[in-house]
């Protein structure tokens, strides 16, 4: 394996699992892509990347030594700052030239604290916020949100290219995740206007297709109205494939980074409030398209403390 070409790939699941195959079926002919390393906490993830042909499981401090990028896709700071530490860690093991990409959805705050202690160690720190999901990654448009060295991303971004449409780089270390977070306080509160249009179409005698139909040919359109309601919800299917605890998560964090700045927040608040509403009524792990089945019985719900 020609590692100073390699990727490693810390985090193989939801979304982690499609940048990995996406890298490997880049290249000429189909499979001959980037030389990958991979690593996960599950044992099953580890086995069924570790067959495949130019894959190589290592854990984080054995990545370092022989990657030229480290893609973190993990759930949260937390786990980055885990892989970082240590003797048999990344700072420790790191080759002359790694670029870590954290492509997490974290607090800026969080990500700006793991920078400072990887460019410490001569390891430039790039945050990298998703957006797309999965399908944006299997047909290699994903959006990237990025904050950080501007030298180190010019250098290392064509090793994302296979999974990537577009990658705005934003700023300072921090920017990218911060940009995420307003994104995903956005993105929220138009789903939640769009399933209560939907409700309110309903209750008229309407058909929510009809209303679906209109918004995609007007100025109402959104994700929503373009994608999450057709696929996820009037399909039937109810698979958006995301836990109502991520736009929780999120919110939360968008929210609480807006009252820090001192910005108003108050449509992000009545989202967040919604969320928790959901929340309390044990729905945490159901999938994200069922806010809109359940709308009724959470927006009566009361929040409990």
Known sequence: MARSRSVGVIGAGRMG?????????AGTPPGAGTPLMVWDTSP???????AMKGVEVAEPGEMAAACAVILFVVSSSAEVAECLKGRRGILQNARPGLVIWDLTTSDPSDTRRLARRSE???VPYIDAA?????????????????????????????RLAPFTGKIFHLGEIGSGHAMKLIHN?????IFLATCEGARLADRMGMRVEDMIEVFN???AYSYASRFRFPSNILSG??????????????????????????AGVELGEQTLAFLKKAAAL????????????????????????
């Open 44 to 50: 099953e993830i580890r086995e069924t990347f570790g």
């Open 17 to 25: 699992g499609p940048i990995v195959r996406r890298l490997k079926g």
């Open 185 to 189: 306080m956005v993105l929220h509160t």
């Open 217 to 219: 040919a007007s100025t």
């Open 237 to 262: 299917k109810w698979n958006a494939k995301a836990r109502i605890y991520n736009p929780l998560k999120d919110v939360g964090l968008a929210v609480a980074l807006g009252k820090k700045h001192g």
């Open 120 to 122: 410490k160690k001569g």
């Open 282 to 305: 044990g729905m945490l792990e159901e999938d994200y398209s069922l806010l809109y089945r359940d709308f009724e019985k959470i927006r009566r719900a009361g929040t409990r403390k």
């Open 130 to 158: 998703m957006a797309g999901g999965p399908f944006a990654i299997e047909e290699g448009r994903l959006t990237l949100m990025a904050g950080g060295d501007a030298k180190a991303l010019r250098r290392t971004k064509r």
